[in-house]
Antibody
Framework: QVQLVQSGAEVKKPGSSVKVSCKAS????????ISWVRQAPGQGLEWMGRIIPILGIANYAQKFQGRVTITADKSTSTAYMELSSLRSEDTAVYYC??????????WGQGTLVTVSS | QTVVTQEPSLTVSPGGTVTLTCASS?????????PNWFQQKPGQAPRALIYSTSNKHSWTPARFSGSLLGGKAALTLSGVQPEDEAEYYC?????????FGGGTKLTVL
């Protein structure tokens, strides 16, 4: 049974950073990529980036280049997404999802990040 | 800036058939964009339905099918059930970068 369990909700100040974790179980972590997707309140899904843990290589959507960093720790089967220079528009639910050669299957439960002064 | 376009909303009667589409601003959608389709209900995480154009996950109901239609990716629901009322999103890959469509709100009425 594959599960992706994300860290809890966060409240952050504008200009700060947030780091969300995604711990995988039930599968071979290094054999898959982990993507990060966000959803602002009442809005659609937005692809942020993806990492292939076995290679340690991450790709980012142009929109987030320079502001997002996705990493993975193979020893704990955990992926991380760090977003910096937070602004109110970054308030959203952040999801991780498992990817195998552009086949996205399992999703985490989501992490609400609220950016407010 | 690549844009992926879906119908904002569609309505279908129970037992009916409906097709949702997914278009790319760069031109015709092909299998090389590895179209994925997801279903999302209010307050829930998205659920994967289709990958690589037409492949189903083990949990995908048989009434859902994916294809390429007229230069777009398509998701067809045949014999629609009330529980199919949800938001549906397509995802296309442009090389290493993914882009979601804006979503289609499907109403079963």
């Amino acid at each position: 049974q594959v599960q992706l369990v994300q860290s809890g909700a966060e409240v952050k100040k504008p200009g700060s950073s947030v780091k969300v974790s995604c711990k995988a179980s039930g599968g071979t972590f290094s054999s898959y990529a982990i993507s990060w997707v966000r959803q602002a309140p009442g809005q659609g899904l937005e692809w942020m980036g993806r990492i292939i843990p076995i290679l340690g290589i991450a790709n980012y959507a142009q929109k987030f280049q320079g502001r997002v960093t996705i990493t993975a720790d193979k020893s704990t089967s955990t992926a991380y997404m760090e977003l910096s220079s937070l602004r109110s528009e970054d308030t959203a639910v952040y999801y991780c999802a498992r990817d195998a050669a552009s086949e996205t299957d399992y999703w985490g439960q989501g992490t609400l990040v609220t950016v407010s002064s | 800036q690549t844009v992926v376009t879906q119908e904002p909303s569609l309505t279908v009667s129970p037992g009916g058939t409906v097709t949702l589409t997914c278009a790319s601003s760069t031109g015709a959608v092909t299998s090389g964009y590895y179209p994925n389709w997801f279903q999302q209900k209010p307050g829930q995480a998205p659920r994967a339905l289709i990958y690589s154009t037409s492949n189903k996950h083990s949990w995908t109901p048989a009434r859902f099918s994916g294809s390429l239609l007229g230069g777009k990716a398509a998701l067809t629901l045949s014999g629609v059930q009330p529980e199919d009322e949800a938001e549906y999103y397509c995802l296309l890959y442009y090389g290493a970068e993914g882009v979601f469509g804006g979503g289609t709100k499907l109403t079963v009425l």
